[in-house]
Every structure is written in structure tokens, then in C-alpha cells.
């Protein structure tokens, strides 16, 4: 049998469209009738650790040339499944190890996963021809499926659990055929049973927006061509922390809450906890709500200055490269017309300022 | 009436025609054949003759795949049950022949008829026919795991053999496997009964759960090995593989070697005192045969004579293969 290739796997299944780098080695694992890590650690050995840490976020080189060499899989469609391709897109400085902006938190222990930074789409796990994760279903950003107009969730539904596919067939000895990637690993509920919930929409044009914003993610991830500033997402994340949270006495989820009459808004009252770590719809209103701002941000967040739900200086703190449009409008815009109350409360004669209040709104 | 009458007479004449076109194209290729240079040898021999020694020494110690009745029996048997459709008990064949008479070749031939894709571009590698050797004794595990080996399949070697059985199950389904070939089947009895027993019967529930034909080959004592048990002995049809005489089949074989063999000048090969030194020395055996005519061919090019002559063959070094284990080189 010397003259098979050498190099190539019997199952060389190549990843899907907007595969994940786990998913697919999942899958390659449970083709070849092995768990995935005995499967890894046939290959790689005890030394190369890969299950007991977010692979798809680290994806080291040396894994990606291997898939590459056995499964016969190209350069790009191995590249294309890590999260690595969304360095300089939605994140600014990829790093290794701790949070990155928009990348939902795995809050790894050992080989188990905490946090629910794996979502899905039940929809679209039903639909797959073999069930597989996507890359944007680690994303913060994507809370919805544009597809199905549904809610990605983030855990079992009977046991809530987070996704773990990797640790399918975990104390089932001997076991040869898996269960699809679809099921939870926990309670073995099938994932793909799971009712999906409709989007709640707060206010149509916000929705419009942030639809906009997860479409042009999409495309992205799926290799289509597409623009994405990361100022202006870095924008809509700063935005969407500021909603979430309450400072001091100033609340601007409350206030947008009021404005768009949503009833539910509950923010998060611990700075502590990373935007990529939010449960999916709280995420999702929150993101609408930014996104609301962010349709008219002069008036909006002048508005919200005016009421008392932020401080102008807020709008811009912890922001390193804002884009220039709205460092424009804060500092031309929102925090002149914010000084007259400012300097109205410290008894400044406003009369000497006057032509700089633009009185358009 | 008329007719059934017509055709009988008709048909003859059809023969007649066909036969007198096809003599008259042999007639033509031998012609074309006598106005070529070394009209002895066929067109391959005859575009060696163009390389230096060494490439034909190469050349004829390679060989090349001779389709001898009793191995298209044997290809076409097997063909046969690759294209079975799967049924309760699937059929299997024992090839039994005498050692160096081409089991493997015919099989390897086989093998080779049949190869797995190797597309990269592909999923799964689709593998219609694996061949494996027997383990050198009755070990299902080490069974088992030659079987993985074969198909290139990752897989735990401390596993248990359910467990490498279980994973043996999945990837046949998954690559397509309809037959799996075991050579040197014979290694089965060197274990205790017992071990046979459960050897033969991992055997048989491999075909039963798989669907998937076995093809076995191996001496005579393989024959005595199946037949210890019934049930196998009844699903494996025996093809027993000829021994080589001083008869027209052996004259044919040498007369074909002839051919293929790149040397300057036609050889004596085919006449009855070659073919009675060659048989006798070879003591039957076809693969001895083809070693003999191969070392013959050999000299005859070292030499410079460049024809395999009777005196050749009758005073190259040959061991004969029922004394090479006795055997001492002179000092």
C-alpha cells in the first residue's frame, strides 16, 4: 500500500463555508472514528496542546501547515478558518491571550469551556447537510442570523451548557461513530431541535443599521470582498459598553431605553465584565441601542448630553483612534453645545460664546 | 425455413473473410516486423535495445506482468467479486498455489487495477480494494491494525481490537472498500487451534458485517487451514494456481519471454531442449522460471553473446530450489 500519497488522510474533509478551525477538526476526527483528542495527540503529542485553549482564536502555524499537507485543503481555506482574519478588521491589536474587542470570551478551564462564547443558529444547524460552527458565531457582534431572522443562542437549551463539540463522546468509551456537532456534549440534546426565538426590534431604523454592520461581517468571513472601517466598529463597541453600563449617575441605556420605549433594558452594573461576554440578547439590545445613537449620532447623543445620561467627556475617554467624523462632532459639536449648560451650572457668562453655539437642532 | 437454412451458410462465410482479413494484417505486421531492425523481439524490447546495458540489465530484471491464462482466471474471478452486490454471506476466494508461483504477482496485478484516489482535491479517499499481509500468527489486533495501516487510517495502536474493529467498520463504509485481499493466509497456522478458530472467525464476521469479499492466498497448507472449519471452507472457492511442466503451456510461456527479452540475437528458448533444462531446473516453478530465464538473459548481455543459448542456460550458476536450503557456495 506504499503508493498511496504518503501525506494525505483516507478523510480529508475540507472546511466548510465559514468554517471554524475547531469545527473542522472535529469533523476530521470523527471521520477518521476518533475521539478529537486522541486524535490530536496521536498527531501532535502530549507537548502540542491544542483542546486547553481557544484554537481558533490562537491557531498556531504549525497546525494550519498540517491540515494544510494531510487534508490537501489550500492555503487560504485553512487561513480561513481562524479568527486571525479578523485582525485589523474588527480587532486592532490581535493578541494571543486576553480579551479582544468584538471576539466573544471562551473562559477556558483546562479542557472545559465556561463561558458562552460559542453560539449558534439552530436553523441553520438543521439545514447543514453535516452540522459545523461558523467563524462569525464567535463573534460579539453577530447576535442574530440575517439568514433565518432569528436569535444565535449560546447554550444548551435542556442543561444549559456552553457549546463544547470537542468534547463529544467524553466518557463514552469505545465509542466510534459520534453524534453530529450538533449535539451538546452534556445532555446529548440535539442542538438543531432547539426553537430558535424571532429578533425583538426596538426600533426599525437602528435595526436597519446594525443588520447593515453583521451583513458586512458576513460577507467578510465567508471571503467576499468587503470594506470594513475598524474605526467604526471600534466605534460601535465603545457605544454599545457605554449603553450597557451605568456611571455614576449618568445611564445612557436608560435614556435610549426611554426613547425607543423598551421596557426591558437592565444594565450591567459591574465594569468588570467584557462586552464579549454579555448573554446574546442582552447583547443584541444593547447593540440596537447603540446603533440607535449611532443613526443620528449630533442629535442622539446630544440629546442624551442634554438629559443628563452621559457626559460629553465620556463620548471620547478610552477611545485611542476615534474616527474622525466623530471626534468632529463631539468636540465641535456635542461638547459645545454641552459647555453653555456647563458653564450656565458654574454661573459663566455665555454671552461672549454665543456664535459658537450651533442652534441648528 | 429458408431462412435458418441461409444463415448456417452464411455465416461461414463471414468467418472465412474475417479470418482471411485477420492473416493478412498478421501478415502485414510480420512483414513490417521483418523490415524493423531485431524482428525477434516485440516493439517494447525493441526500443530498449537502444538503451546501454545496464538500463536493459535493469530492464529484465524488473519483468513485467505477463497475462498467463491461470492469472486472467484468477483477475477475472476477482472482478467478479468486486462487483458483487452485498449479500448475507458474501462470496470469497482462496487462491492456492505452490510458493514463488505468483500468487502475489496476480494480486498485486489486482491491487493495481484498482488503486485508491489519491485526489487531493477529493474528501475521502475512495479505496474499492485493500490488501494487507496475514499477520505472522493468528493475532486479530495485529490483523486488525495491518487492515488500518493499509488504508492510511490514524488510529490508536494500544486500542483494543473491538475497538480498532469498530473503527475498521466505519472506515470501509466511509472509503467505499468492497474487497479486502489477505496474502500469505497460511501464517494462520502458526497458533494453537484455538487461535486459528478465532482468527478464521474474526475473519468471517469482518465479511458479514462489512459486506466486503475476501480474496486469501497462500500455500496448500491455507487450503488445510479453511478446512479445519466448514463454514469457511464452504465460503472460500479455492483457485488453485498450476504447476509448470515440459508441455505446450510452458513452451508458449518461453516463446513469450523470448520476445520480451532485449538481447541482440533470437534465442533458443523455445526449442525442446531449453524448455526441458528450464523446467528441470527450475523444478516447476514459474517464478524460478522467470529467474532463470531473467540471470540467463543477464549473462547473455554481460557475456556479449547476447542470445540465450543452450550452453547458457546450461551452465549458469543456478541453485535449484529444492537445494538451496542445503545449499553451500564453493570457498
Known sequence: MARFHQDLWPIRYKPLEDELLSSWLVRLAHGHGLKVQSFCNMLYGNKRQIWNRDIDRLAPQWLLDDLKLHTGATQMQAEQTTLRIFDGVLVKHYREAGPLQWIQLMQMYHRKREGYGQQFCPICLQEDKVSYFRKTWRLAIKTMCLKHNCMLMDRCPQCDSAVSYHRIGMGQPNHVEFDPLSTCHECSFDLRAASAKPVKVYNEEAFDWLRRVVSDIDDFSAGKSVKIDLKEVSLFHHMTAMVSKERNRYHLGQHVADMVGADDYVPINTNRVALESYQCHVRNQYMQFAAWLLVDPQVRLHQACRARAIRHNFLLRDMKDPPAWYEDCVNNRIATRARPFFERRHKINLDSRADEIDLTY | ?331
Open chain 2, 1 to 331: 425455413m429458408t431462412n435458418i437454412e441461409a444463415t448456417p451458410s452464411a455465416k461461414p462465410k463471414v468467418k472465412k473473410t474475417q479470418s482471411k482479413q485477420v492473416s493478412e494484417t498478421k501478415d502485414q505486421k510480420s512483414d513490417l516486423a521483418h523490415d524493423l531492425p531485431y524482428p525477434h523481439l516485440n516493439s517494447v524490447a525493441r526500443d530498449l535495445m537502444k538503451e546501454s546495458d545496464a538500463v536493459r540489465i535493469r530492464a529484465i530484471r524488473q519483468g513485467s506482468w505477463l497475462p498467463l491464462p491461470h492469472a486472467k482466471e484468477a483477475i477475472e474471478r476477482m472482478e467478479m467479486l468486486l462487483d458483487y452486490p452485498p449479500v448475507t454471506r458474501m462470496p470469497s476466494l482462496l487462491l492456492v498455489g505452490a510458493s514463488f508461483s505468483g500468487k502475489s504477482t496476480i494480486l498485486e496485478r489486482f491491487l493495481s487495477l484498482h488503486p485508491p484516489d489519491v485526489d487531493p482535491a477529493s474528501e475521502i479517499m475512495t479505496c474499492p480494494v485493500v490488501m494487507i499481509d496475514a499477520p505472522p500468527r493468528p493475532d486479530i489486533a495485529d490483523f486488525y491494525s495491518r487492515i488500518l495501516d493499509a488504508i492510511m487510517a490514524k488510529y490508536q495502536s494500544r486500542a483494543a481490537s473491538y475497538e480498532k474493529y469498530s473503527q475498521i467498520k466505519l472506515m470501509f463504509r466511509q472509503l467505499g472498500v468492497k474487497m479486502l485481499i489477505i496474502d500469505e493466509i497460511h501464517h494462520l497456522i502458526a497458533g494453537s487451534l484455538n487461535r486459528q478458530r478465532e482468527f478464521r472467525n474474526a475473519l468471517k464476521s469482518l465479511s458479514n458485517e462489512t459486506k466486503v469479499c475476501l480474496v486469501a492466498a497462500g500455500i496448500d497448507e491455507a487450503y488445510n487451514a479453511f478446512n479445519a472449519d466448514p463454514q469457511m471452507s464452504s465460503r472460500f472457492i479455492p483457485l488453485k494456481l498450476p504447476s509448470w511442466r515440459t508441455d505446450q503451456n510452458t513452451g508458449i510461456l518461453l516463446a513469450t519471454l523470448q520476445k520480451r527479452i532485449p538481447v541482440k540475437y533470437p534465442s533458443d528458448l523455445d526449442s525442446p531442449e531449453s524448455l526441458l533444462t528450464i523446467v528441470n531446473r527450475a523444478e516447476g516453478s514459474l517464478g524460478d522460471i522467470f529467474d532463470l530465464v531473467k540471470e540467463v538473459a543477464v549473462a547473455a548481455i554481460q557475456s556479449g553473446e547476447e542470445k540465450l543459448s543452450l550452453k547458457l542456460i546450461k551452465g549458469i550458476d543456478w541453485v535449484p530450489p529444492s537445494r538451496r536450503k542445503n545449499y553451500r557456495p564453493p570457498l
